[in-house]
Each structure stands twice: as C-alpha cells, then as structure tokens.
C-alpha cells in the first residue's frame, strides 16, 4: 500500500478559508472540521508480545508447552523462525514501537538499570516517536494492555510526568504495569494513570484479567467507531517471573518433564525438524558452560526442578489461551478479516534467572544471593501460589530454548534473541502455513506495519525532528517466501555480550551469564573471545568458525564497532547489580536529597523511586496515630511485600514490625501489650552497623517513650526491597508483607501522618556492593 499521509505531524489546524462577512448571512458557507481519516483499506492491528519465551518452549515451534493459539493463527498465516529481539526486555519493546536500535531509543537496559550515558539513560527520546503516537495521529484507535517497562523509574509516581507513561506514548487507553515483572495473584496496575482497586474474585489471575480488558476495550470501541481501525498492543506478564499458575493449570503438565532437561532437548528438536521450523540438517549445541547435567542430580533435585518446569509449562499454557480469547473477540469484530496479527513469542530468550539451583524469590537473584535446593523444595507444594516470587533452574531456560546456546541476557547468541514470531492476515496473506526464514529484527516491525498501513514515518512529531527509522519493512516476504531479506546488518549488544550479523555471517562475543555472574575487576572487552558462525548452514550456531576464518571475523568485529558508535552503544558497561541501586547510580528521584518524608492515610502503591531510600543506612518512622479501643488492628505503613520490604501494623491492638528480608526471613518485633484507645506515638528506629551494603543492625520499637520490642538483624536488603510494589499508609496493597493477616488489612484506627527520616552513610558503590555480582534484569 503506498504512502499517502503527511510527513509532519500533527497536520495543521483546521482554518476557514472562504470569504467571511459581517454575518452568516454574507459569507461563504462553512463546512466543519472532520476527524482525520485513516488511509483507505488501513488494516487493523493486534500485537501480541509474550515475556521472557523460548524459541523451543511453545509447540507451534516444537516446544512442549501446549499454544493452540499460536497453533490457529499459523494455520491461517505464517510463522518466522527467523525473527530477533534485543535478549531483555526494556530495550525489545523499546524497539518495537519505535523502529529504532535500543540504544538509540536510550535503552540499553531495563530501566532500572539506567545511567547517564545517552544510550542508557532509559529516557525515550522524543526524537523516537511511537507508533502508538504515529498511527493515533492518523485516524487510528489505540491501547496498550499489560506490561509497560518504557517509563523511567522516577516518573511512575502520581506526581508523574506522563508524558512517558503509555498515555503519553500515543495510546489512548491503558491497563496494566509499568515495571519489569507483577505479582499476577496481587498486582498493582493502572488504568491510564490511576491505581486500580484490588479485586475481590477469589480466583483473579491477572493473565486472564488483561485478556478480559483487552477483549472489552476493542469490542467497545468497535462497536462505537466500527469504521475506524484500531490499533491493539497486548503485552502479557507471562511467561516471566514469578511463575505463578494456577493449580488447575500446572497439574496438567504432572509427570510430563520428570525426564528432564537434556531429554527435552533431544525430543524438541526432533519435533522442531518435523514441523518444519528448523532446517534438518540442524544441529544441537552442547549444554552452555556452567550448567549441570540432569543425571547429574539427585532425587530430589530432580523432584523439585520437575514440578518447577509443571508449574511454568501450566503458566505458558494458560497465557497462550487466554490470548485465544482476545483473538476469537478480534474474529467477530466487523472487517475482522482485514485484521494483521502479530503474536510475538518472547521479548527475549527465556530467562535463566533463577540461577543454578532455581529461586522461590526472583528478588534474592536481583539484590545478589543464591538459594539453595534443599531450603526451596520444602515449598514445593506452594509452588506457582501466592506465597512465592518463584522461577525455575537456569538450565531449564536453556532447555526452552533449543536448538541454540545460552539464555535471556545473552545477546551474542541466539538462545538470547531469536523468538518465534507468527502473522495472519486473511485479506493479504494468502498462503496459509508457510515459512519464513529471512533474518527480521524488533526494529523491523514498525516499518512493516506504517508500509501496510499506507503511513508515512513522520520526519517531524509534535515539533520535533524525528530520527530516521532505522527498521527496514519485511511486508514484501508476505507474498514472497523466497524473497530477499532487506536487513543486511544487525548489531547486539547487552551487558557487553555483544554480537554482529552481517550477509549471513554472526559473529558471537558472550561475556557474563546469570548463573555464572562473578565478574573480574580486571575483566576487558578487549580480552573477550569472538565466535563465527556461518547461519545458512548452520541455523543453531553450533559449528564455530573463528579459527577458519579469522579475517571474517576480523572484519565482523570491525564492523561491530562501527555499529556501536553510529548507534549509542559505547561506553561499553558491565557493571551488574550495583546499578539497580538508584543511589548509587544517581538517578533522579522525587525526593532529591530530602531525609524526611511525611505521609498521609491514603497513600498506596508509591513506588520504591519516589521513596526515601532506606537501604544501607540508619532510619527512623514515627506514626502518630488515634485509637478506638484496644483492639484496634490494621496495617499503618508497610513498603514491599512478599519478596522484601517491611511493615508495621497492629494485631489486636499491639504493635508489630516485620522486616521481611526477601522472603527467606521475616524477623518480627511485637508488643506483649496492648495500645489503649487514644492518641499514640508509635515509633521504630533501625541503627545500622554500617560497613558496606547489606549489613545488620538494631531494631527498637517504642509507643509513647516506651519501649516496647527491640532485637538485631544480622543482614538487610542491599539493592532493593521489591519488584514494583511500594509503600502504603493505612492499608497494603499487592502482595502481604508476612502471612499473618489478611489483606488489604486496612487500619481500623485513625492516622494523623507517617514520618520516616533516613541518616545517610556514605553513598553505595561498587566496591561496597555484596561480592556476588549479578546482571540483574527484568
């Protein structure tokens, strides 16, 4: 479809051009404004875009997680199995709605990871506008349902700016999360930009609650404008961590992978050669470095990572159905079959983060401390429940994603980058089932789709100069199962695991990995060792070529740094979880240097960004609160939930305070006595030890001068309390910080204000961060 819409935009405003007399009466007639139109025949749109999905865990492409979904809209359209992402989220979606590299769009990382640099500030450039933004400025209907990790940190509060919330982004209607990963049992989202209630269904799911919003938002809309096209980027939590699936759905998979991960490696590929998405001349790779065998384990171990692979196996399945609900509700919308399908498997490889020996809580990875087996399988019954952030073994990731090396993170290689990727559209594409191998990019989807719509990629948006698109469109492979691919060179980068595609050659450079995170002082990318691979007969990167040819290879790395500077790629940083500390990194925070805060009753889900930080330091909260009686029980303030944080509440009118060390140890301070009714001066002062991050130090809880409990802790959260949950005053949304109540537990007494006053030590650093470095991501 060719283009034929303007090139600047907004369009001009409307102007009256006839004769204009002294009444009505004497002047030209007027005719009014009308709405923009879409380009004639604009199809609509449905992106979907899994999280954290292997090339080899759904079976439409040969994995052993039921995607009948998939398994539908391949039957109709075509399926690509050459088709990358960045190997992290942040940066893929970056990329995906706006057609630039993810440096360019100034995400090399997930945004908690964000420095100064121009490249990682995880600020998008106004430079770089959406597609959201493109496609509503002409004609289109647009919502974002589900994950949003686009916003930086320090702009998710109420206070904003939304200017970068999706709002913002171009999309009319938004329902969802901004951070990386949500508690799908007890998340805290938004509707546009306001918090929305807990629900009250004892079987919520949040996977079927944004299938549920994303069915309502497009059968609204259509049936109200159903000649405008609409635009529909579903973006699910699942399948990354936590793992939580329904019972139900995990108990199907019972039995299913007790063979474990190397046997699911063998059969797997064996499917992916007879469904015809993988080349059959395609070999295996070994097992990447670090990881064990699964003869290797005992028993037990092998129990445990089982029911593991059950729970995430139920969580894949459930998702992949939950978007069947969307998709049937597309279907039976009118012109439905001018309606392009994108359903995105994974904005990454899956993700290895749960370490070697698999995680009940994802945050105990992200602050830098290994689990062990033996304390996790004494919760293998509550695995996938409301109790736990749990995700599986590393080498469960890696199984996932077969036939190629590595995991999520590593952008080198294509266990990282390569996702499946499935597009139907009845009105253009006609071949149904077919194959596409040409190599395609995140970038290159934006440019496809304003080429299909008839759009015109602005050169200037909302009075700013647009950055080229640097996609290239792959709509002409649509017709054309032998036509060329048009993407000649793709660089990768990603916590310095670097890679270089060019004419059919990869050049491979893998760094650091998650279950292998200890990095040397003296570690140089000058030091790091270059693979080659030669992708048209050799689709899994298995047959390294580098000392065959070290003047390709030579030439690749090269080029690899040309890319790197046209890009926004240097300074090349490896640094990993220190930079999730924002004090650290100096990131902007709305409380700037204040060490006070005062909070009122009404306050909830503020997030960590907008908190004083309270890690690594000595701190005080004092609640001034009045009582009914003495029995009077409730949460007063509470920061995080069930992966870390803290909070002070009553219980039968005694104080208590739970300092909740990332799920693995909740020491409680509690009152033996009652608080009569009236008013009170509740306090807890913690004094820290000092010496580093991470370290102990003294809790005293007192009510009016007295004291009332007081005890040590031996170590505290050293990066972060929580994953997108935040501090409440009066009640707890999201996730419990202990057991012991049931939410929202709100305060059956009154609050005048909460103060937390923080004394700050000297400023963490990496030398002051614990020795187990790990590349955090989300």
């Given at each position: 479809?060719?283009?034929?819409?303007?090139?600047?935009?907004?369009?001009?405003?409307?102007?009256?051009t006839?004769?204009?007399?002294?009444t009505?009466?004497?002047?030209?007639?007027?005719?009014?404004?009308?709405?923009?139109?879409?380009?004639?025949?604009?199809?609509?749109?449905?992106?979907?875009?899994?999280?954290?999905?292997g090339?080899?865990?759904?079976?439409?492409?040969?994995?052993?997680?039921?995607?009948p979904?998939?398994?539908r809209?391949?039957?109709?359209?075509?399926?690509?199995?050459?088709f990358?992402?960045?190997?992290?989220?942040?940066?893929?979606?970056?990329?995906?709605?706006?057609?630039?590299?993810?440096?360019?769009?100034?995400?090399a990382?997930?945004?908690?990871?964000?420095?100064?640099?121009?490249g990682?500030?995880?600020?998008?450039?106004?430079?770089c506008?959406?597609?959201?933004?493109?496609?509503?400025?002409?004609?289109?209907?647009?919502?974002w349902?589900?994950?949003?990790?686009?916003?930086?940190?320090?702009?998710?509060?109420?206070?904003?700016?939304?200017?970068?919330?999706?709002?913002?982004l171009?999309?009319?209607?938004?329902?969802?999360?901004?951070?990386?990963?949500?508690?799908?049992?007890?998340?805290?989202?938004?509707?546009?930009?306001?918090?929305?209630?807990?629900?009250?269904?004892?079987?919520?799911?949040?996977?079927?609650?944004?299938?549920?919003?994303?069915?309502?938002?497009?059968?609204?809309?259509?049936?109200?404008?159903?000649?405008?096209?609409?635009?529909?980027?579903?973006?699910?939590?699942?399948?990354?961590?936590?793992?939580?699936?329904?019972?139900?759905?995990?108990?199907?998979?019972?039995?299913?992978?007790?063979?474990?991960?190397?046997?699911?490696?063998?059969?797997?590929?064996?499917?992916?050669?007879?469904?015809?998405?993988?080349?059959?001349?395609?070999?295996?790779?070994?097992?990447?470095?670090?990881?064990?065998?699964?003869?290797?384990?005992?028993?037990?171990?092998?129990?445990?990572?089982?029911?593991m692979?059950?729970?995430?196996?139920?969580?894949?399945?459930?998702?992949?159905?939950?978007?069947?609900?969307?998709?049937?509700?597309?279907?039976?919308?009118?012109?439905?079959?001018?309606?392009?399908?994108?359903?995105?498997?994974?904005?990454?490889?899956?993700?290895?983060?749960?370490?070697?020996?698999?995680?009940?809580?994802?945050?105990?990875?992200?602050?830098?401390f290994?689990?062990?087996?033996?304390?996790?399988?004494?919760?293998?019954?509550?695995?996938?429940?409301?109790?736990?952030?749990?995700?599986?073994?590393?080498?469960?990731a890696?199984?996932?994603?077969?036939?190629?090396?590595?995991?999520?993170?590593?952008?080198?290689?294509?266990?990282?980058?390569?996702?499946?990727?499935?597009?139907?559209?009845?009105?253009?594409?006609?071949?149904?089932?077919?194959?596409?191998?040409?190599?395609?990019?995140?970038?290159?989807?934006?440019p496809?789709?304003?080429?299909?719509?008839?759009?015109?990629?602005?050169?200037?948006?909302?009075?700013?100069?647009?950055?080229?698109?640097?996609?290239?469109?792959?709509?002409?492979?649509?017709?054309?199962?032998?036509?060329?691919?048009?993407?000649?060179?793709?660089?990768?980068?990603?916590?310095?695991n670097?890679?270089?595609?060019?004419?059919?050659?990869?050049?491979?450079?893998?760094?650091?990995?998650?279950?292998?995170?200890?990095?040397?002082?003296?570690?140089?990318?000058?030091?790091?060792?270059w693979?080659?691979?030669?992708?048209?007969?050799?689709?899994?990167?298995a047959?390294?070529?580098?000392?065959?040819?070290?003047?390709?290879?030579?030439?690749?790395?090269?080029?690899?740094?040309?890319?790197?500077?046209?890009?926004?790629?240097?300074?090349?940083?490896?640094?990993?979880?220190?930079r999730?500390?924002?004090?650290a990194?100096?990131?902007?925070?709305?409380?700037?240097?204040?060490?006070?805060?005062?909070?009122?009753?009404?306050?909830?889900?503020?997030?960590?960004?907008?908190?004083?930080?309270?890690?690594?330091?000595?701190?005080?909260?004092?609640?001034?609160?009045?009582?009914?009686?003495?029995?009077?029980?409730?949460?007063?303030?509470?920061?995080?939930?069930?992966?870390?944080?803290?909070?002070?509440?009553?219980?039968?009118?005694?104080?208590v305070?739970?300092?909740?060390?990332l799920?693995?140890?909740?020491?409680?301070?509690?009152?033996?006595?009652?608080?009569?009714?009236?008013?009170?001066?509740?306090?807890?002062?913690?004094?820290?030890?000092?010496?580093?991050?991470?370290?102990?130090?003294?809790?005293?809880?007192?009510?009016?001068?007295?004291?009332?409990?007081?005890?040590?802790?031996?170590?505290?959260?050293?990066?972060?309390?929580?994953?997108?949950?935040g501090?409440?005053?009066?009640?707890?949304?999201?996730?419990?910080?202990?057991?012991?109540?049931?939410?929202?537990?709100?305060?059956?007494?009154?609050?005048?204000?909460?103060?937390?006053?923080?004394?700050?030590?000297?400023?963490?650093?990496?030398?002051?961060a614990?020795?187990?470095?790990?590349?955090?991501?989300?």
């Amino acid at each position: 479809m060719p283009s034929e819409t303007p090139d600047v935009l907004p369009r001009p405003d409307f102007h009256f051009t006839g004769e204009v007399g002294r009444t009505y009466q004497d002047s030209d007639p007027a005719t009014f404004p009308q709405p923009v139109q879409p380009p004639k025949g604009a199809p609509n749109i449905v992106l979907i875009l899994l999280d954290d999905v292997g090339f080899g865990q759904f079976s439409t492409f040969g994995g052993g997680v039921p995607s009948p979904t998939m398994d539908r809209l391949a039957e109709e359209g075509l399926r690509f199995n050459y088709f990358h992402t960045t190997a992290l989220c942040s940066p893929t979606r970056a990329a995906l709605i706006t057609g630039r590299n993810h440096h360019s769009t100034s995400f090399a990382g997930i945004t908690e990871l964000a420095t100064g640099y121009d490249g990682y500030c995880c600020i998008l450039p106004r430079s770089c506008g959406t597609i959201g933004e493109v496609l509503r400025q002409n004609g289109y209907m647009t919502a974002w349902i589900g994950k949003n990790h686009n916003t930086p940190t320090w702009e998710t509060s109420a206070t904003g700016p939304f200017d970068r919330w999706a709002n913002g982004l171009g999309f009319d209607y938004f329902y969802g999360f901004n951070g990386g990963d949500m508690n799908h049992w007890n998340p805290l989202l938004f509707e546009n930009r306001d918090l929305v209630p807990a629900s009250d269904d004892p079987d919520y799911h949040l996977t079927e609650d944004l299938a549920d919003r994303a069915i309502t938002w497009v059968r609204k809309v259509k049936s109200i404008a159903p000649d405008k096209p609409y635009f529909l980027y579903v973006a699910p939590g699942a399948t990354h961590a936590p793992h939580h699936a329904p019972n139900a759905w995990a108990d199907k998979f019972k039995g299913q992978f007790d063979s474990g991960w190397d046997a699911y490696r063998e059969a797997t590929i064996e499917r992916q050669k007879q469904r015809g998405v993988i080349p059959q001349d395609t070999e295996l790779t070994t097992r990447s470095k670090g990881l064990p065998a699964w003869d290797s384990l005992n028993a037990d171990q092998q129990r445990l990572y089982a029911r593991m692979m059950e729970v995430f196996a139920g969580y894949g399945a459930q998702v992949d159905v939950a978007m069947g609900r969307v998709i049937d509700a597309v279907k039976e919308l009118p012109d439905a079959d001018n309606t392009i399908i994108l359903y995105i498997a994974g904005d990454n490889g899956s993700s290895a983060e749960g370490g070697i020996e698999g995680s009940l809580c994802e945050n105990m990875f992200f602050n830098g401390f290994p689990e062990k087996w033996e304390d996790n399988i004494k919760a293998i019954d509550e695995l996938g429940g409301p109790k736990h952030f749990n995700h599986f073994p590393s080498a469960w990731a890696h199984a996932m994603n077969t036939p190629f090396q590595w995991t999520k993170q590593v952008a080198s290689h294509f266990g990282g980058t390569r996702n499946p990727m499935i597009i139907s559209w009845p009105d253009r594409i006609k071949e149904a089932g077919g194959l596409r191998d040409q190599f395609i990019h995140t970038i290159d989807i934006v440019p496809t789709l304003y080429e299909i719509c008839g759009i015109t990629a602005p050169t200037e948006l909302n009075g700013i100069q647009q950055k080229p698109i640097e996609g290239v469109s792959f709509a002409h492979v649509f017709e054309d199962a032998g036509a060329a691919s048009h993407r000649k060179t793709q660089y990768f980068e990603l916590g310095v695991n670097r890679g270089l595609y060019h004419d059919g050659w990869m050049a491979s450079a893998p760094s650091f990995v998650p279950w292998q995170p200890v990095r040397s002082e003296d570690w140089s990318p000058d030091d790091q060792v270059w693979e080659l691979y030669k992708l048209d007969k050799d689709f899994s990167q298995a047959r390294d070529l580098a000392a065959e040819h070290p003047d390709k290879l030579r030439e690749l790395q090269d080029l690899w740094w040309v890319e790197a500077a046209k890009y926004n790629v240097l300074p090349l940083d490896w640094r990993a979880t220190i930079r999730m500390n924002a004090e650290a990194m100096g990131r902007p925070s709305m409380v700037g240097h204040r060490t006070r805060a005062v909070y009122h009753e009404g306050q909830v889900g503020l997030p960590d960004a907008a908190c004083l930080p309270m890690l690594n330091k000595s701190w005080t909260i004092t609640a001034e609160i009045e009582l009914p009686d003495d029995r009077a029980e409730g949460m007063i303030v509470t920061h995080g939930g069930l992966e870390g944080g803290y909070g002070l509440y009553l219980r039968e009118g005694k104080p208590v305070f739970v300092y909740n060390f990332l799920s693995v140890d909740r020491p409680t301070f509690a009152a033996s006595k009652a608080l009569g009714a009236g008013r009170h001066i509740l306090v807890v002062d913690f004094a820290y030890d000092g010496g580093g991050m991470g370290k102990g130090g003294k809790f005293t809880v007192s009510a009016d001068g007295e004291v009332l409990a007081e005890g040590r802790i031996e170590r505290s959260v050293p990066i972060q309390f929580s994953l997108g949950e935040g501090l409440d005053i009066g009640m707890d949304t999201g996730s419990p910080i202990d057991f012991t109540y049931k939410m929202p537990f709100k305060f059956t007494g009154r609050i005048e204000k909460v103060t937390i006053e923080i004394k700050p030590g000297a400023r963490p650093s990496a030398e002051t961060a614990p020795k187990r470095e790990a590349v955090a991501a989300e």
